[in-house]
Every structure is written in C-alpha cells, then in structure tokens.
C-alpha cells in the first residue's frame, strides 16, 4: 500500500513541501519586521532617501517656514530663494556641480 508517510521505502514526496513551508514562513517574518520594528528606524535598510528636500536648520528651511508663518510675502519669498538656491541649493555649496 502506497501511502505519503512511506512511498517505495523513503519519505515521500510531502518532504518537497518542507524548504517551500520554511520559505514562507521567513518571508512572513521578514514582511512582519518590515512592518513593524524597522519602520521605527531612521535610515532603515528600505527607507528612500530623499535629497531634494531641505533639512530642518538649512536656510532654503528656514526661509519656508518663514513664508509660511507669514513673515515674509511671496515677492520676498521668490527674491531669496533665488539668491539661496544659487548658494545652498541643488547643486551644492557655491553652486559647484
């Protein structure tokens, strides 16, 4: 009598089954840290780095909450911005490439 506990002598083919349940079972746990405990992390492994934002102390920053606030109106706001990207903006610190 072939049964799946003992097929022609040996263990049968539900042993093929055992690598795929373990596969599962490590993407699950992988998926469920991802989820959880690596979320919390600042600069996780699969966080994006964003660079074209400004950091919270740059002038470009400071200058935006400054607009935003109401300090300065959008005139103002256009003329620096010009002036600090030229500085401080997307191309580096003095404008080099």
Do not use: C
């Amino acid at each position: 009598m072939h049964t799946l506990a003992n097929w022609d002598g040996g263990p049968g083919p539900w042993i093929l089954f055992f690598p795929l349940i373990w596969a599962v079972v490590v993407f699950g746990a992988v998926t469920l840290l991802r989820r959880t405990v690596w979320r919390g992390r600042v600069g996780g492994p699969w966080r994006p780095v964003d660079t074209a934002r400004p950091s919270g102390d740059s002038p470009i920053a400071i200058l935006g909450r400054r607009f935003a606030t109401g300090e300065i109106d959008e005139d103002e706001y256009w003329r620096r911005l010009s002036v600090l990207d030229e500085q401080f903006g997307r191309t580096g610190k003095g404008g080099a490439a």
